[in-house]
């Protein structure tokens, strides 16, 4: 199936690890009922794991396991554990012990049990018999009465010839400064070439706006794709004017600009995020023709 730029995105954060504890819920939710889903989380895994190859393992000094073990209290030996003594139990009033059982209510409840027990056995074979004459009825209808055989009926179906839309895959770029610092993930839909910037550790700063261009060999200069709202989603339909090479090729990148964006259209800020397009979901093959 499909899938829109907001479960694209969930998928490859899930991955990197940015998500918060309700979004690796979702997540997993998402992933236990839905197996293509899960395709596209594992796909996603594949695709980034580079990124942990990029980074090496860093090992804490002495002074910070010693801090860790001061904050959780494990700096001195622990005291052994020490269960508080069992009450002792009530002793028994005169007269319970030798008190009758009443067994009133266990006859009444034996004898519900078994009325109960013989509607359902009666209900069972009734069901039973039900299917057993529904089958004779598909796959032998010639061993029934004339009575109960099914009557044929003839039914005639129109049949319509669709043609499959051209198939389109999702594509995906990571807008960052390094391979261990994201800042922005980029779903283009191959389809509709409209685009969702979900905002990961891109931090803004006051009287300040990030804006997005599209730089290509096959434009004269950079341009403006807008300037990426202050939610966490951005979706805009600017890539529908490029065609499908330009914008599958092209490098994205983020500026930091005044306010509101470049007043020029040129940009004026420095390059501080970059990232090109990778294919994330493959397109769907085409439905047969009917």
Do not use: C
């Amino acid at each position: 199936m499909a899938y829109s730029e907001d479960h694209i995105a969930l998928a490859a954060e899930y991955a990197l690890g940015t998500l918060d504890a309700d979004e690796r819920a979702q997540v997993e939710t998402m992933m236990s009922v839905d197996k293509d889903f899960t395709a596209m989380v594992e796909a996603w895994q594949q695709k980034l794991g580079v990124l942990n190859q990029m980074v090496g393992s860093v090992e804490p000094r002495p002074e910070v396991w010693d801090r860790i073990k001061a904050a959780i209290g494990h700096a001195e030996p622990q005291s052994p554990l020490v269960l508080p003594a069992a009450p002792p139990q009530p002793a028994p009033e005169a007269g319970e012990l030798g008190a009758p059982v009443d067994t009133t209510n266990v006859v009444r409840l034996s004898a519900q049990a078994r009325r109960w027990r013989n509607v359902a056995t009666f209900t069972t074979a009734i069901a039973a018999a039900l299917v057993a004459m529904i089958a004779t009825q598909l796959y032998a209808p010639d061993r029934l009465p004339d009575g109960l055989r099914p009557k044929v009926r003839t039914q005639v179906v129109e049949v319509k010839t669709t043609v499959a839309s051209p198939p389109s895959g999702q594509y995906v770029a990571l807008l960052q400064k390094d391979s261990s610092s994201p800042a922005f993930i980029l779903t283009v839909d191959g389809a509709t070439k409209n685009f969702t910037v979900r905002r990961v550790g891109a931090t803004p700063e006051p009287g300040k706006s990030f804006e997005l261009w599209l730089v290509s060999d096959k434009l004269q200069r950079p341009r403006s794709l807008g300037v990426i709202g202050g939610d966490d989603f951005t979706t805009r339909p600017a890539l529908a004017s490029y065609d499908r090479d330009t914008v599958n090729q092209a490098t994205y990148a983020v500026t930091l600009e005044p306010e509101g964006g470049s007043p020029t259209g040129v940009a004026t800020g420095p390059i501080v995020f970059t990232g090109k397009l990778i294919e994330a979901v493959p397109p769907a093959a085409p439905a047969p023709a009917r």
